[in-house]
């Protein structure tokens, strides 16, 4: 280490020794060090094994951000041009980093942070070295009721992420800060080609007290300087956390400037923690920038496939089911087309989500090619269905409003649901209501059996639509009959009973007279005399 100035030489009274103690607080960090490269392969499966960069730009003078590990193999690096990575590889994949890949890839971070603890924030984004960067904080306190230990719940932090399509860092510590430096110098030390290449989720766990042992031997970049800054320190011959506590505060601040007390207080972890937030809503977007604009249906039905797959994901790990979606599309000529889908109950069925989309798209098409496709909907809880101890188990609800949809835009609105009485004295006049599956009451316990002679009432069956029938008459009521429901010789007959309405109708009024029959076949029908019409029908069966 070069010799200090001379006003740098001071008493090491000034400087604290450890850290102040933290009580119970536990701040868990998730961190993706290379998000624009994992954003890609979340939305592009199909470049996983192959060469291909994220550059600023598809032109020769376009920066390089991220290598793939192929790619990398074949002596691509980051930070050249995209000139130089097409020259080492002819066969080398250009995509251009998008905004809205990598807004959706942090939001789906912050989900995977949820889904684990009601209180997590996405941390500020860094502008220096780690601009590649994203990380999630999340409350971690009072996890040994879940887990049995801190690093069995980082563990799964990471699995559930990997899941997701993104290999992270997982740090748990006493603080926001130190949490952060954590993962961050855990994924310096494991970036190399084998964790590019797809290696596991790392892992670390600070205990309580061994923050400041922790920190001592970490070099300054991990605390994230500005570059003025930095190159002061340097200057001085400091380049690790240790170094720098080692020289007095009021020396530091006199020669260096405020901004040094700031990168002390983070070195030192006497930076005040608030309460990590609760998020506002529960609302979850999925977006992606096109390559070129698209303009035939098909193409636009393979993108949206690919944004629902991935928002259902994310329902899935928070348990939540997805609402109306808002579908927000970017046009070629500059304009947009925002629109809201309705959906007739909650679900995270991506068949059903699509095809509801791509009507809603075939009905009203956009009038320009689609540069940019965003689909937003607001989490809502799955439905449940309470078990009844005493009757079979009912179908899922989850399962059984999908089939109803399916059902009604295959028959139209309002024609599937459960029947009801109307106020009518048409004897046919029924009325339809949403189904819902009835919830059976508990049996009621009695000691009295029941009774084994209790009369039996017959229900009838109506027929929809009524059959037709060929009657012979005797004396005013039917003898015989033929009919695609029971033919032969009519044995006993009730009736008739006349039912008349609607006289003033053209269209609407009836008049009709049924009969209950009983057929030499063991068949007993309701028979159905239309005055208007002059025909005869069978429209009910007696069970």
Known sequence: MSQLPDALNGTPDDTPDDIPNRGSSRIACLLVPDLPLRAELRASPELVGRPFVIATGTDARAEILQVSPAALALGVRPKGSVTHARAVCGEIVVRVVSPALDRASRQALRDVALSFSPRAQAAERSNWAFANEAAVLLDASGIARLFASER???????????ALGFPAIVTVASSRSIAWIAARQEASRRLGPQHEQGAGSALRVIPPGEEMRFLGPLPLDLLDP????????????VHTVAELLALPRRALAQRLGPRVLELLALARGEEVDTPLPAPADDRLEEAIDLDYPIERQEALRFVLRGLLSRLTERLEIRHLACGPLDLHLSLADGGRDVRQIGVATSTRDV????????????????????????????????RRDQLDLFSP???????????LSELESLCGAGRVGAPEIVDDHRPDAFG???????????????SKPPEEDAPRTLAVRALRHPVAAEIRVARGLPASIRSGVASGEILQVSGPWRTTGRW????????????????????VLRLCFDWL????RVDGIYD
């Open 152 to 162: 069995q719940f980082a563990s799964a932090v990471g699995a559930r992420a990997e």
């Open 226 to 237: 500005d570059d003025a800054l930095a190159q002061q320190l340097t200057r001085f011959g």
């Open 351 to 382: 068949r059903v989500l699509l095809r509801l989309v791509a009507l809603a798209l075939e009905t009203h098409p956009p009038h320009a090619a689609v540069e940019t496709v965003a689909l937003s909907t607001q989490g809502q809880p799955a």
């Open 393 to 403: 188990n009912g179908p899922d609800p989850n399962v059984l409003d999908r089939t």
């Open 432 to 446: 339809i209501k949403p189904f819902a599956p009835r919830v059976s009451a508990r049996r009621a316990h009695s």
């Open 504 to 523: 003033w109708s053209e269209t609407e009024r009836y008049a009709m007279d049924h009969f209950d029959v009983q057929v030499s076949d063991g068949a």
């Open 533 to 536: 019409e002059r025909s005869w």
